[in-house]
């Protein structure tokens, strides 16, 4: 089995839509494949109507969180979607985007840079809007030439000139919530230091003992020191290895299926979950 359990699409920062996603999985030799758009479910029930199959979907998110001023993501796998309190404060989380993003909009012009609100939204195409619509907007207007480039300290990095803060979860609150949803909670690239700061390993010692399932090794911004120094880690703290693209279509160059997950450690997450269950395809339109 070949399960990429990292994923996103338009209904957050993807270039494929949630159909394509799901297609484009089927085509790259995938028999699983998880939807972890950014602090929304959106795009659940476009993927699963074009399910095709032979290709299984997980249904997640990648929610925005922050512990000791660093920013960190969660993936959450089969979590109840409608649970009342998670679903707040994801929503909660969604509706911070927007003025953030305008924030970096207005950081960026007052750097010089002809970057437009009109033109975010245009490249976001109704998606949960994040810092990629606006590294997009650098590539398109010339100030980088790729994605990444604009995830640096002179735009859009942590701290860098062009960012603004968000309202993000503290880890330890949305362990609890996932949780509650039935859901299962791993660690996404938590080595990834050229994104910025990374949380101590302390830290991710206290969110196991919290009920934290598993980290995200075999990741693209995880070299091999990295992926050994977390697999010990994760032996020493009892907690489950994923690997995972982090595909995002063609706003990244990373492959679908490019790293992927041990079939047993897949099934221990479904074992482990009760809010919702993985969708078998069976052959979508």
Known sequence: MRIDLHCHSTASDGTDTPAELVRHASAAGLDVVALTDHDTTRGYAEAIGALPEGLTLVTGAELSCRVDGVSMHL??????????ALLAERELVRDDRVPRAQGMVAKLNALGVPVTWEQVERIAG???VGRPHVATALVELGVVPTVSDAFTEEWLADGGRAFVEKHETDPFEAIRLVKAAGGVCVFAHPAAAKRGRTVPEFRIAEMAEAGLDGIEV???DHDLDARDRLRDLAKEL???VTGSSDYHGSRKTVALGAYTTDPEVYGEITRRATGAFPVPGTGGA
């Open 126 to 128: 109704g998606g949960s």
């Open 75 to 84: 993936l959450a796998y089969l979590f109840d979607p409608e649970e009342p």
């Open 238 to 240: 009892g907690l489950l």
């Open 218 to 220: 075999d990741h693209m």
